[in-house]
């Protein structure tokens, strides 16, 4: 259920995205569809007060800039099927759609929807090169669109370090959204996702976001990883 702080920052979050009303509309309306039990108004609504909360310590001052995180956590996940394969695509598309009439320059409309794209693997995203894998280059000195982008993921991935309570409501959502999986199905993919987290060398690149959130993730993966 979306409580009053939740639609209170969804607002804001709105406010931030140069869409017109009736793209609005649409988003609202597929993001409040009665299936969305996690990726519904919550999910964005929760990633931008994180946002919100720690910008500033990464240096996210621009206006600008804030206006293309916010535009790339409102659509992230505007279409979500968890049958589906290619969410992450056709999210991009209907952001470019809805960005084709606002005044946002092309490049940042690409921006927007490459990082859209990259949340379908955060952790293959942080570790990428033709000879393998490699840390991308996070220091101040480093492009800012691209710490932004990394900064989306982080944001996306939050919801690992939230309370043990939340955590586990969280992981009821997914599974009421991936009802067409068998309890043995839903169970192999689960841990598959758990095991590869506890895996990774680091989940979070943001300093800020890491410091914050890279342990209590990791008790949250630990806990349910000893539980199976």
């Known amino acids: 259920m979306t409580g009053v702080e939740d639609l209170k920052n969804f607002d804001a979050l709105l406010a931030c995205v140069p869409v017109d009303d009736r793209a609005k509309t649409e988003l609202c309306a597929m993001l409040g569809a009665p299936d969305r039990f996690y990726h519904g108004v919550s999910h964005p609504a929760q990633l931008w007060r994180t946002h919100s909360v720690y910008a500033t310590a990464e240096g996210f001052l621009a206006p600008e800039v804030e206006t293309l995180i916010a535009c790339a956590v409102a659509y992230h996940d505007c279409v979500y099927d968890s049958r589906s394969r290619d969410n992450e695509e056709l999210s991009a598309e209907i952001w470019m759609r809805a960005s084709?009439?606002?005044?946002?320059?092309?490049?940042?409309?690409l921006w927007v929807a490459e990082t859209i794209l990259a949340t379908?693997?955060?952790?293959?995203?942080?570790?990428?090169?033709?000879?393998?894998?490699?840390?991308?280059?996070?220091?101040?000195?480093?492009?800012?669109?691209?710490?932004?982008?990394?900064?989306?993921?982080?944001?996306?991935?939050t919801p690992l370090g939230a309370s043990a309570e939340d955590f586990d409501r969280?992981?009821?959502?997914?599974?009421?959204?991936?009802?067409?999986?068998?309890?043995?199905?839903?169970?192999?993919?689960?841990?598959?996702?758990?095991?590869?987290?506890?895996?990774?060398?680091?989940?979070f690149r943001s300093p800020t976001l890491a410091a914050i959130f890279e342990a209590p993730a990791r008790s949250n993966i630990a806990r349910h990883l000893r539980r199976s």
């Open 100 to 109: 084709s009439g606002s005044l946002l320059r092309a490049a940042n409309r």
């Open 120 to 157: 379908r693997d955060q952790l293959g995203y942080y570790f990428e090169s033709a000879e393998g894998a490699v840390k991308r280059d996070l220091r101040p000195s480093a492009a800012l669109l691209e710490r932004a982008r990394i900064w989306v993921l982080d944001l996306d991935l």
């Open 170 to 203: 969280d992981t009821a959502s997914l599974r009421l959204e991936a009802a067409h999986l068998s309890d043995a199905e839903w169970e192999i993919g689960r841990l598959f996702f758990l095991q590869r987290f506890a895996e990774a060398p680091q989940i």
